[in-house]
């Protein structure tokens, strides 16, 4: 079964820094789209940000300008730079895989943002 493993979470303070990085634990053929979702407490699963195969991005209105997602094709792997961060970020982020019929999703993990 393969999954997807996030790295690059944590606490920092507002206007700092984060890379998220996601990568699958195997192969998986056919990617499409890429993207990272987050999460907050009492709040519905959203969209941050997606990036297609061909490189075309989209951006929820919330992180444009400040976040910034990329992938890398030949390793399977989808970055996401945040930038500026405020408290209001602050969520457990969730990358997400489309490979056909098929969707993967990591573990999640936690972004702390203090003001």
């Known amino acids: 079964q393969v999954q997807l493993v996030e790295s690059g979470g944590g606490l920092v303070q507002a206007g700092g820094s984060l890379r998220l990085s996601c990568a699958a634990s195997?192969?998986?053929?056919?990617?499409?789209?890429m993207g990272w979702y987050r999460q907050a407490p009492g709040k519905q699963r959203e969209l941050v940000a997606v990036i297609s195969s061909g490189g075309s991005t989209n951006y929820a209105d919330s992180v444009k300008g400040r976040f910034s997602i990329s992938r890398d094709n030949a390793k399977n792997i989808v970055y996401l730079q945040m930038n500026s961060l405020k408290p209001e970020d602050t969520a457990v982020y969730y990358c997400?895989?489309?490979?056909?019929?098929?969707?993967?999703w990591g573990q999640g993990t936690q972004v702390t943002v203090s003001s």
């Open positions: 195997g192969s998986i053929l056919r990617i499409n789209a």
């Open positions: 997400h895989f489309a490979a056909g019929p098929r969707d993967y």
